[in-house]
């Protein structure tokens, strides 16, 4: 484990150690002799102010997991747990109002919308929520991401590393419980994603907050306090406070 | 390549519906105006030549001219009935009957008299040889004889519940009459001549009730076996004196069913050019929608030229595709015209015109009309978009570029803007000079094009307005999307724009017509009552008028007629009246001259008019009657106010009686005596004229009142037809907003994902749609008020006097047009609210 954070701002310090959990997670597609299980009883904490990495080989259910546990979709059976709330018991709305206050995300690419500004993206999910982002916390964000003087610019006027610090940016914008980043680095170059992993790393130990990653990049799993292993929807390894050597006798292990 | 564009069209159902559909509503709309009108000129056709069958050779006055049917109900000339002996004895000839006609109109039991859907009313002589009197046959009874007998026309008999032995009660030109029924006639397999009633006598009788004791409208004789029409027409003509013409009965069915054909040409020519803005609203649609497939397929279309396909190969795909769409669309427009021309048929049936029935004409003509103009606007809306995508690049598609809409060139978008304002100016000019029709089209045009130009602009302007809104409500990212596709959201907007702008024309015209009546009537009138004939029957009998002017409670009584005439090659109305007690009753306004000038051999001409052709008070005009041929009057007098009555021409009631027959009155204005209000006026009159139920007594608001309400109806008819434009531009709403939809797939779902409930979604799509249609109401009611107004102005010589802006109606017509935005968006914003967040953002 790296060092604690020396402040924890928000909320994460006084509640429950656990940001967000799955218990016996399991996903099924399909039906019958084209059924593909996706998730096998996957049980996973990721506890407040954790950076997590899963690795895995492609089409082991990486995506499937983060998805479910982001809310996005659903399971065929177990529980995802927010902050002890059962997503299942959510509707769609409210399912969709806890990602907006609760739950940051990063995807691989395209995650900005194209006719807004940099800060008008960065502000969507408050925006949505009809209310105006806490200024203070704004500025610390933009501050860390050194975004500060691309906000009036619109994504296609952005580098492809800029646009993965917005979408940062925009995930960390209501202090969410968990942020989620789907291969947020696929896209960049290495100088690029390695810059995107620093920011990563220091929003955990700075600000406090939690991070899922999904990588199959041994270097950046490196930046995280613990790697999950997932082969064929099963956790079969975990490894904390990870090195790229580690990580790589794993994956040989693995075969992966 | 055509493999590839038709599974292109299949791939989006929706979308091929709703572009079909725009272009579907003006074909189906050319279509159906043809069948309608070819069938009712093949049933009138079919009509007439029964009613000739019998008839071989018809003798009648010449008429001067080719004289408008509707303005003087195809009277000529009667001639003496001591012809009818001359033709019978002319070698050939088997039989040979005359024949009158005139006004009878049939009082039901209840004592309303019987008008159905304002056809005619007319009496005629039965001949006893009921094959020279036109195909009719007695359905029950025998043909009339002697001075008290009667029959009527099956559908009046069935209508009113005459039988026969009843007693009908008649009223005739000089009074009303009663007589026994002793038949019923029908015609064929129809009840009636088209709805009119029917009135028949024997000869001597009709003579005498219609006021032509030995005279004859015309004569029909029939020729002995072995001798053709045509030899008798000429063997008849050598015995008839100048003036008198012999013509085959086959060649009378042609003329009147040509009649019919020029009386439809109108109503043809009417349809059609709603049918046009329709179609020009269609094209408008099928362009806007080729423009964003063009725009969405840019990477395939990348991807085909890569991998070697030449420019002409994109550019034949994407016509083919339009023409495939075309064909459907001629097709469907085809077939729902021909069912669209069947329900306003029996609709026609259900008000009481009764059209002979037929089976539907589908003549090359409609067919190849509906094909050629259903592939020609899809086809020609389609070629710009087709060859804006033969210059895509190959190249683009190994870039991953999203396609942004170029601005348009600062040179283009600033003639945009002069031709707008040229245009503008133009009407502004137009309203204040007044008079200018074609010009106020021209300006019109210009100014639309104009907008089509800067639409793109507006519609960034109006975004930007918009990107004001309140945050997280959808305001902003609406015109964001309307910004970034502004051109996709004009053309869009423009369609509607059509739409709104001759609706928003229409109604300010008509208020400005109803205003102008109110004027006319408070201005120019002077009398308490005005006379009227109800419905459009063919006037008032001249015995009312010599009823009231016998009483001390009238003070003064002017008879109106009016006829069809020819005057400077064109067809007019000509009014006669007389001078006498004229100025106590109506106020001409006279300009030079004095209305008592009026006396035989002269003439008073609107001022508008008398502009026109030239004429000043002292000159001669050569007035051409249908029956008597041309006539000199000497200009006496210019006026300005002849709108109440509805005239232009006005001469003494002496010439008027020497050149026209009809004796009716179309209307008597009558001031009554002093201390009678106007309530206990109207009723002491009405009762007074209580054996004429066909006359109407109306005081001067009464008239206003009426005359207010049919503009009314008809502008109501007019805007449901072209409201059918508005229809087509909402497809096209619904059609750009279920592509952007599509398009933007990604975008939704990642709205979605960081937490755009479902309803914030819907918001987002409905605002921009809302955006894109206050555009188009904007641009609409603006450019509609404009050129409404140049429009009323520009019909001054039509009656229009005043301008004047319904604000009320345009208001609810700009409501509607926002309603119509959020109601397009419902379907598209349920589809965007639905998108399937994980597909949208895991990469495909
Ligand atoms: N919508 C779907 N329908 C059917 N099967 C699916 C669907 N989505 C994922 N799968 C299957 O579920 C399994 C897990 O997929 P998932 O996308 O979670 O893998 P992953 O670990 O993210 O792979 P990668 O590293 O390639 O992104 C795969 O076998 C995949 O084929
Ligand atoms: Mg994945």
């Not at chain 1, 019958?32 to 089409?59: C, H, Q, R, W, Y």
């Not at chain 2, 709703?18 to 043809?34: K, N, R």
């Not at chain 2, 279309?301 to 075309?326: F, K, P």
């Amino acid at each position: 484990m790296r060092t604690e954070p020396a402040e924890t701002p928000g909320r994460a310090a006084t509640e429950t150690p656990l940001a967000a959990r799955a218990v016996r997670a399991r996903k099924v597609y399909g039906e019958g002799d084209t059924a593909v299980v996706a998730l096998d009883d996957v049980s996973l904490d990721l506890p407040s102010g954790e950076f997590t990495a899963i690795m895995g080989p492609s089409g082991s259910g990486k995506s499937t997991l983060m998805h479910c546990l982001a809310g996005l979709d659903t399971l065929t059976a177990g529980q995802v747990l927010v902050r002890e709330i059962d997503l299942a018991t959510l509707s769609d709305r409210e399912r969709t109002i806890l990602r907006r206050d609760r739950l940051g995300f990063v995807f691989q690419s395209f995650n900005l919308l194209p006719t807004l500004t940099a800060e008008e993206n960065i502000t969507l999910p408050a925006d949505l929520a009809g209310r105006a982002p806490d200024p203070e916390w704004q500025r610390t964000v933009v501050a860390k991401l050194d975004l500060g003087a691309r906000l009036c610019h619109r994504p296609s006027e952005l580098s492809g590393g800029q646009q993965q610090r917005v979408a940062v940016a925009r995930a960390l914008i209501s202090r969410p419980e968990v942020v989620f980043a789907d291969e947020p680095t696929g896209a960049l170059d290495q100088k690029a994603g390695t810059e995107l992993l620093r920011f990563l790393r220091s929003v955990v130990d700075e600000l406090g907050q939690t991070v899922l990653m999904v990588t199959h990049d041994p270097g950046a799993a490196a930046y995280a306090d613990r790697v999950v292993f997932l082969v064929d929807g099963a956790i079969v390894e975990e490894l904390a406070a990870p090195t790229r050597g580690a990580i790589l006798d794993v994956m040989s292990r693995l075969g992966a | 390549m055509l493999r590839v564009s038709l599974r292109n069209l299949l791939v989006n159902k929706l979308r091929l519906l709703l572009t079909v559909m725009a272009v579907v509503i003006g074909v189906s709309f050319v279509s159906g105006t043809f069948v309608l009108s070819d069938t009712m000129v093949k049933a009138f056709d079919e009509l007439y030549t029964g009613l000739t069958s019998g008839t071989d050779v018809v003798v009648r006055s010449k008429s001067a001219y080719e004289a408008d049917v509707t303005t003087t109900g195809g009277q000529v000339r009667p001639v003496d009935d001591g012809l009818v002996e001359t033709v019978r004895a002319v070698p050939g000839v088997a039989a040979a009957e005359g024949s009158v006609f005139g006004f009878a109109l049939i009082i039901d039991k209840d004592g309303v008299p019987i008008q159905p859907g304002g056809a005619p009313t007319f009496g005629t002589s039965i001949s006893a040889d009921l094959e020279l009197s036109g195909g009719g046959t007695m359905r029950e009874g025998r043909p009339p004889s002697g001075p008290d007998e009667m029959v009527i026309d099956a559908r009046t008999a069935h209508q009113a519940g005459f039988e026969v032995g009843d007693d009908v009660d008649v009223v005739l030109e000089d009074g009303r009459k009663t007589y026994e029924l002793v038949g019923i006639v029908g015609f064929g397999e129809t009840d009636s001549l088209l709805g009119a009633t029917l009135s028949g006598w024997d000869l001597p009788t009709a003579q005498e009730a219609l006021g032509k004791t030995g005279l004859v409208d015309e004569i029909d004789a029939r020729a002995e076996d072995g001798v053709s029409a045509d030899d008798l027409r000429g063997r008849i003509a050598t015995v008839l004196p100048d003036g008198v013409e012999a013509v085959t009965g086959e060649q009378v069915a042609e003329d009147s069913t040509e009649s019919v054909r020029d009386a439809l040409g109108i109503f043809t020519t009417v349809l059609l050019v709603f049918a046009g803005v329709a179609l020009l609203v269609g094209s408008f649609v099928i362009w806007n929608t080729f423009n964003v497939l063009v725009a969405q397929r840019r990477r395939e279309v990348a991807l085909l030229r890569a991998v070697g396909a030449t420019r002409r190969q994109v550019l034949g795909g994407v016509l083919s595709e339009a023409v495939a769409i075309g064909a459907v669309a001629g097709l469907l427009g085809l077939v729902s015209g021909i069912g669209l021309a069947l329900g306003i048929r029996s609709l026609l049936g259900l008000v009481g015109v009764d059209i002979p029935s037929t089976s539907p004409a589908i003549e090359m003509r409609t067919v190849v009309a509906g094909l050629v103009v259903g592939l020609g606007v899809t086809a020609v809306a389609a070629v710009l978009p087709a060859w804006s995508a033969t210059r895509v690049a190959p190249m683009e598609a190994l870039r991953d570029v999203v396609p942004v809409s170029r601005g348009s060139g600062r040179i283009r978008h600033l003639a945009g803007w002069v031709t707008t304002g040229v245009g503008a100016g133009l009407l502004l000019l137009i309203a204040l000079m007044g008079n200018q029709r074609w010009w106020t089209v021209i300006a019109t045009v210009t100014t639309f094009a104009g907008l089509v130009v800067v639409g793109p602009s507006l519609a960034r302007g109006l975004a930007r307005v918009a990107d004001h809104g309140r945050r997280g409500n959808g305001w902003r990212l609406a015109a964001r999307n309307v910004r970034r596709s502004s051109r996709r959201a004009a053309a869009t907007a423009l369609a509607l724009t059509i739409g709104l702008t001759v609706v928003v024309a229409v109604s300010v015209t008509a208020s400005s017509l109803k205003d102008s009546v109110t004027e006319a009537v408070s201005g120019g009138n002077r009398s308490d009552l005005i006379l009227e004939a109800e419905g459009a029957g063919m006037g008032i009998s001249p015995a009312v008028a010599d009823l009231l002017r016998v009483r001390d409670d009238v003070r003064d009584v002017v008879e109106l007629r009016e006829w069809g005439a020819q005057i400077a090659g064109a067809g007019q109305l000509v009014t006669g009246l007389d001078p006498r007690g004229l100025d106590r009753v109506l106020d001409l306004g006279m300009e030079s001259g004095a209305v008592t000038d009026l006396a035989p051999g002269r003439i008073l001409v609107s001022a508008s008019n008398a502009e026109d052709l030239g004429v000043r008070p002292g000159d001669e005009l050569v007035v051409t009657f249908p029956e008597t041929g041309p006539a000199t009057f000497e200009v006496a007098g210019t006026f300005g106010r002849g709108s109440l009555i509805n005239a232009h021409y006005v001469i003494s009631m002496a010439d008027f009686e020497a050149n026209v027959t009809s004796r009716l009155d179309g209307a008597i204005l009558l001031t009554v005596a002093d201390g009678i209000g106007p309530d206990e006026a109207k009723a002491t009159i009405e009762e007074a004229v209580a054996e004429y139920p066909n006359v109407e007594v109306n005081t001067p608001a009464d008239i206003t009142r009426d005359a207010r309400a049919s503009v009314d109806q008809l502008l109501g008819i007019v805007t449901a037809l072209l409201l059918l434009a508005v229809v087509v531009a909402v497809l096209g709403i619904v059609n750009t907003l279920a592509l952007s939809v599509v398009e933007r797939t990604r975008e939704l779902g990642l709205m979605r994902a960081v937490g755009a409930t479902r309803r914030q979604v819907r918001a987002v799509v409905r605002r921009e749609s809302v955006l894109m249609s206050l555009l188009g109401a904007l641009t609409g009611v603006a450019l509609g008020v404009g050129s409404g107004a140049a429009l009323a102005r520009a019909l001054g010589d039509e009656g229009i006097t005043t301008v004047s802006v319904p604000l009320l109606t345009v208001g609810v017509y700009f409501a509607i047009a926002v309603a119509v935005g959020v109601l397009a968006a419902l379907g598209p914003a349920r589809r965007a609210s639905r998108v399937d967040v994980l597909r949208a953002v895991t990469t495909e």
